[in-house]
């Protein structure tokens, strides 16, 4: 593309061209900008353009550039959708109810050509690069202008919604590249599985812009486009595609591929061209939209700086890791991630002085609480058979806190199951519905054995038909669970062999490995609990009795805690801190929708409390179930009684959860 020549303009115009040099002079040093390299006098004539000579040029048809994503650096763009008055109230509602996708500007007034809070001297009718019709629900062509459909567009209604070019400035400035806007390519688009809530006649499932970031840059381009909502705010999803339905990041829907650098990261954000798909929900019989890419060009700047510290310090969102198989993140905000910080250091205290401290792990309960708020389905194992020589021989870390996590799970509409030992099945279906009549938890949750009976028996249990690709859970939770060691024996503390007594469940964890969307997560306070194999070097190291009695299988995430149990509080603590966190609630729910204004009260009706746990340590006294290290049966937990241990560290851990800790 090379700059317009002057033959034809008016004075005005020529005017102008002049004025422009000089500033493109200004703006980029003394060099002319006629004197610079073809390739550079485009990329800072297109950047520099105002948004109001870029429509003129537009309108003229002088704009020659496929995109809009570098044009008028610094200013607001906009998707337009143009329908029928008689949809335009159920449309406006429709950007509500999925403002991450389509975050409304403005909406126009039948046959109001211009957007006069969003420019001046505008024309929806000739000021985008290329437009797209719709007949009775069915694209039928790309347009230049829509002048022609004058007559038509008096009975229709524009809708100017936000769109994701507005925050790249800000996000440039900040050092983070934009791989689209490196090669010369307009952003990928993809549609997906993810459900926009319905309202009248519009539904669709919401289109996606993709931008590959930096691993190391995610934490800073979320915090940049967090607050600005209305260019689609933060983003929707990040990591692999396939878990919002996209099965090939090389074929976009929209726009065009583009190539990532190793070690980046897909990014996603609602996109406008929703619009469109929602458009052809409701076989209107005409409509228009911009093609993608093609947006409107306000005269509204867009936020600068916001990387410069714009954000509030309480709510800025961060990133982590929550799967490498696939890969997949989560985002909370950062007072959400410094009271589960809170909550962890509570947990971590050793009252059994067993040298806890050399296992620990940073981020484990933040990234296990994240996991399980995404999962849809979730196991849950216990059972330690420690006290070999009595009937039963559980003790009585592990049970309160399985059910603990469980009662939170069940509050968040998860799915769970807990699988136990054959022996024990029996047993744990009686505390759970004892655990039911008492309130402890809302409903019955099954209570399944494993039975290993040949070499598929764990892909058998975990995937619907023994298939990779339908798992039955996607997150397995060992909490307080007795671990295989290295010979394959399980022992207590004391080096006693009870392999006997215990089902093989390990392998359960030991073939989720190979299973992609499925996490697993160890919970224990000794080192020879299933999943602590991530730190068996250290047990090892620094537990009693550790060469022999250490685990040797491995989690995804090991969690480590003074008491079994304590982990199990904190992980519901942590689940209810995470689901009333706005920032973590909305990326949840994929910025559709809204949340639901009883879910506080819900949740908070299912954390543990000193009474609840009370009666589910009495509940397990009753069934013979002893005290871990001194065997006794009555209210104490690894030899440490309730009252005057256990209940003051629940309190402190509601403290942090409510938010009354001092």
Request: hydrophobic residues 35%.
């Amino acid at each position: 593309w090379r700059p317009p020549p002057n033959a034809g303009e008016t004075r005005r115009e020529r005017q102008g061209s002049i004025s422009g040099e000089r500033s493109n002079r200004r703006r980029f040093g003394s060099r002319p900008f006629f004197t610079q390299k073809p390739e550079l006098q485009t990329m800072h004539f297109l950047t520099s353009l105002l948004p109001d000579s870029a429509r003129r040029l537009i309108r003229a048809g002088r704009l020659r550039t496929a995109v809009t994503s570098a044009i008028s650096q610094g200013f607001k763009q906009a998707n337009l959708v143009i329908v029928n008055k008689q949809y335009a109230n159920d449309f406006e509602r429709f950007c509500q109810a999925n403002n991450g996708a389509l975050p409304l500007l403005y909406r126009s007034k039948p046959g109001e050509w211009g957007a006069p809070p969003l420019s001046s001297n505008s024309d929806v009718r000739t000021d985008c690069l290329q437009y797209r019709k719709y007949e009775e629900g069915t694209f039928t062509g790309n347009l230049k202008s829509l002048m022609d459909y004058t007559e038509q567009m008096k009975e229709m209604v524009t809708f100017y919604v936000g769109c994701s070019y507005s925050f790249e400035r800000a996000i440039l400035e900040a050092g983070v590249p934009i791989r689209n806007v490196e090669q010369g390519r307009n952003v990928s688009m993809y549609k997906t599985n993810i459900p926009c809530t319905r309202v009248g006649g519009f539904q669709c499932n919401m289109v996606v812009s993709m931008r590959p970031i930096p691993v190391e840059k995610l934490d800073i381009i979320v915090q940049i486009t967090h607050p600005v909502e209305d260019a689609h705010g933060a983003p929707i999803h990040i990591g692999h595609p396939g878990l919002i339905g996209i099965d090939d990041l090389s074929t976009p829907d929209f726009g065009d591929a583009v190539d990532a650098h190793p070690g980046d990261v897909p990014v996603f954000w609602g996109c406008g061209v929703t619009g469109a798909e929602a458009v052809c929900s409701i076989r209107s019989p005409l409509a228009f939209t911009h093609a993608p890419g093609c947006m409107f060009l306000t005269d509204l700047r867009s936020e600068e700086k916001l990387a410069d510290g714009c954000v509030s310090s309480v709510e800025t969102p961060q990133v982590f890791c929550i799967s490498q198989n696939p890969p997949h993140y989560s985002v909370a905000s950062r007072s959400a991630v410094e009271k589960i910080t809170a909550l962890d250091r509570l947990i971590q205290q050793d009252p059994g002085d067993r040298g806890i401290k050399h296992l620990l792990i940073e981020d484990q309960l933040l990234k296990v609480c994240l996991s399980l708020s995404h999962a849809k389905s979730v196991l849950i194992t216990t059972g330690f058979p420690t006290h070999f020589n009595h009937q039963p021989p559980e003790e009585t870390d592990g049970p309160p806190g399985a059910i603990a996590m469980a009662a939170m799970l069940q509050a968040l509409k998860k799915s769970i199951s807990i699988v136990t030992d054959q022996r024990a099945l029996e047993l744990n279906k009686m505390i759970v519905e004892e655990a039911v009549e008492q309130g402890l938890i809302k409903a019955a949750v099954p209570v399944i054995s494993y039975q290993d009976v040949g070499e598929d028996s764990p892909l058998l249990f975990l995937c619907h038909e023994g298939k990779l690709q339908f798992p039955r859970f996607d997150h397995l939770v060992a909490i307080e669970r007795a671990g295989m060691a290295a010979d394959g024996n399980y022992y207590n503390a004391r080096q006693v062999n009870i392999k006997h007594l215990v089902d093989p469940i390990d392998k359960l964890f030991l073939e989720a490995e190979n299973i992609p969307g499925i996490v697993t997560t160890g919970i224990g306070d000794g080192g020879n609990e299933l999943g602590m194999g991530k730190v068996k070097a250290a047990v090892k190291k620094y537990i009693h009795n550790g060469d022999l009695i250490a685990c040797d299988v491995s989690a995804d995430f090991t969690v480590v805690a003074g008491v079994s149990n304590w982990a199990g509080y904190a992980v519901a603590c942590g689940l209810h801190i995470l689901n009333n966190c706005a920032i973590h609630e909305r990326y949840l729910r994929k910025a559709t929708g809204v949340p639901e204004a009883s879910g506080t009260d819900r949740y908070t009706s299912a954390l543990p409390t000193v009474l609840k746990e009370e009666k589910m340590l009495s509940l397990l006294v009753k069934h013979g179930i002893r005290s871990g290290k001194t065997g006794n049966l009555g209210m104490e937990v690894d030899g440490l009684l309730f009252h005057d241990v256990h209940a003051p560290l629940i309190k402190r851990l509601l403290d942090v959860t409510l938010g009354q800790a001092q």
